[in-house]
Every structure is written in C-alpha cells, then in structure tokens.
C-alpha cells in the first residue's frame, strides 16, 4: 500500500486549501485514515480521522469546525479540506492508514498507523 499526499502549499491567514491522500494498493475503505501534522521542533500530532468501519470522524478540537476529512471511494482518495486557517496550522501534514480496526479515541495514536505518505507542506502566513 502506498499513500501520496499532495495539495500544500502558501496561503494567507483565513484562506482554504484542500490536501489529498491518494491511496494505492487497496481501496480506501478497507481503512481508517488520518491525517497528522508536524510542526518544526514540535511533535507529530494528530489532526483528523475517518474511520474504515461506518465512516465516523474525528478532529483535535483547535481545527473542529474548520477542517472536514472526507473519502471518495470511487477515487480511492481521502480529502482535509482545510478553511479559516491560521498561522498555527503551519505545519507539514501527513496522511496515514491503518488496517486495523479501533475505537476512534485509539486513532488518534501515531503507533496504530501501518502505512504513511511523505508529507505536504503547508505554510499559512499572517
């Protein structure tokens, strides 16, 4: 299984942007499947996850109501869409999947993941 993440980039404080995880191996669905984001001199963190099972999503509270995880199976692809982005969300974002299935809570874990893409870098200025 191999992820590609892609669509980072510049944007001004209040902007949007759209990142894409294109899976390859197995359709998408056979996953949960999140995205982590990685600040420089910080810890990988946990942003969002859609799970394989029933499709429940979840979201670190600083960017609830702003980001949106979705999965379009046809396109074996899974979306973060990204709105009213602030310079804290400075950060390369990861895509990450994994097989098994957990309890939501679980997925926010960076150890429960099996396959990760290479990371998009998105810059938000103030």
């Known amino acids: 299984v191999q992820l590609q993440a892609s669509g980072g980039g510049l944007v001004q404080a209040g902007g949007s942007l759209r990142l894409s995880c294109a899976v390859s191996?197995?359709?998408?669905?056979?996953?949960?499947m999140a995205w982590f984001r990685q600040a420089p001199g910080q810890e990988r963190e946990f942003v969002a996850v859609?799970?394989?099972?029933?499709?429940?999503?979840g979201y670190r509270n600083s960017v609830r109501g702003r980001f949106t995880i979705s999965r379009d199976n046809a396109k074996n692809t899974v979306y973060l869409q990204m709105n009213r982005l602030e310079p804290e969300d400075t950060a390369v974002y990861y895509c990450?999947?994994?097989?098994?299935?957990?309890?939501?809570?679980?997925?926010?874990?960076?150890?429960?993941?099996?396959?990760w893409g290479q990371g998009t870098l998105v810059t938000v200025s103030s």
């Open positions: 191996g197995r359709t998408v669905s056979s996953y949960s």
């Open positions: 859609i799970r394989r099972s029933g499709g429940n999503t």
């Open positions: 990450a999947a994994t097989g098994t299935s957990y309890i939501l809570s679980a997925l926010w874990d960076t150890s429960v993941y099996d396959y």
